[in-house]
């Protein structure tokens, strides 16, 4: 297969990446290749790591050593974040994600039989409101790709790239707002798409407005853990002291709704801590759990299955939010209202940043032909709901919910 007749698109996302390769003549996608953003560095001295469901399988197989991380994406971002130490070398934002995006470069090198040079890169509409981690992110991304052995990267914002997606299913024009909902933000963008324009090579003054919030799927788990996961693991308990009864500080609970940091939790004054609340509480089985869960590395495992419940709620049905290991037995009921309460802070920031975008923009609700969702957390009810209540049901269409930003990223150059 000619490289030539190609284009190499490659979404880089917070939960999930996807590459995609498109034939430039009939714009049809002839390989893909999709992988949880999750990156296992085991606990050796080479460097050596893992990528998506290898990485999850190569965590549980050596028993949780090692180093786990995820949503790497989101330390693009953080100017305060330069470096960590993995297997005794200094590795820096751009190095973690370098190690994604050559693991999908690799995938579809294997696939064309030969190196693949250029690319067009997704990128969030909002990495971040301050201009300085946003400028700090957009270069750390490029840095990622050019040292996974790109040569040529191109930048789109991935809310773009999903409503290309959409323009090759219209026969005439329409005003589309593409909500791209995913693991780390929600990109919205409205854009003129027509049937006429697929092979115009400047879209710019197709844009009628874009943007985004940092709210997506990792902030609803990192709630449903807080909410609905922690009582079980002693928040709210108390213990005895000086003939009062106090509560279980919840600073080590806190903690929690962030599992990529546990792992240094488990030689922490925080951990020490819950031995002594533990004793003082008349030894609380429910203190007992958070100090198995943190001392054998658990978190990860019960964040798996937080997530599985927030993906048993995507068909309106009541779930369980199930995890037993050691001594932890959690069985804890969860309902579609539960959730939507629980995320309900988020769904209204989001839902007041799209009215705000619209009101901005000149636009009605009655001016927006459809509303084209993708992305993981487009699965979400109380998200779709937002767009429900804005546009109506019946103008909601939907695509691929992982792949559509990536073939849209390779209709892009």
Known sequence: MNIKDLTCGLDFGTSNSIISLTDKATRKEVFSYSTSSILYFPD??????YVGKEAHNKYIEEEMT?????????????????????????MTPDQLVTCIIRHLKEKAEAFTGTEITDVILGRPAVFSEDIKQENLAVNRLTL?????????????????????????QLDHSENVLVADLGGGTSDFTIMNLSPGKIRKEDRKDDIIAHGGVYIGGDLFD???????VTPHLGRGAKYQSYDKEIEVPSILYRELKNWERTFMLKESKLRRSMDSYYHLSGNNPRINNVRVLIDNNYVFSLF??????????SDGKETTIDFEKDAISIHEPFTPSE??????RHTNEIEQYLRKMLE??????????????????????????????????????????????????SLSY
């Open 222 to 228: 990192s709630e449903i853990m807080w909410y609905k």
């Open 304 to 313: 798996k299955r937080i997530e599985q419940s927030k993906i048993n709620l």
């Open 339 to 344: 959730f939507a309460t629980i995320i309900e």
């Open 44 to 49: 050796t001295n080479e460097m050596k790591y």
């Open 360 to 409: 901005t923009a000149k636009y009605k609700a009655e001016d927006i032909d459809s509303v084209f969702i993708t992305g993981g957390s487009s699965l979400v009810i109380p998200a779709r709901e937002i767009l429900y209540r804005i546009f109506g049901e019946d103008k909601i269409r939907t695509g691929n919910t992982f792949n559509s930003v990536a073939y849209g990223l």
């Open 144 to 168: 990622a790709a050019r040292n996974a052995g790109f040569k040529n990267i191109k930048l789109q914002l991935e809310p773009i790239a999903a409503a290309l997606s959409y323009e090759q």
């Open 66 to 90: 090692g180093r786990l991380l995820k949503s790497v994406k989101t330390l693009l971002r953080q100017d305060k974040f330069l470096s960590t130490w993995i297997s005794g070398k200094r």
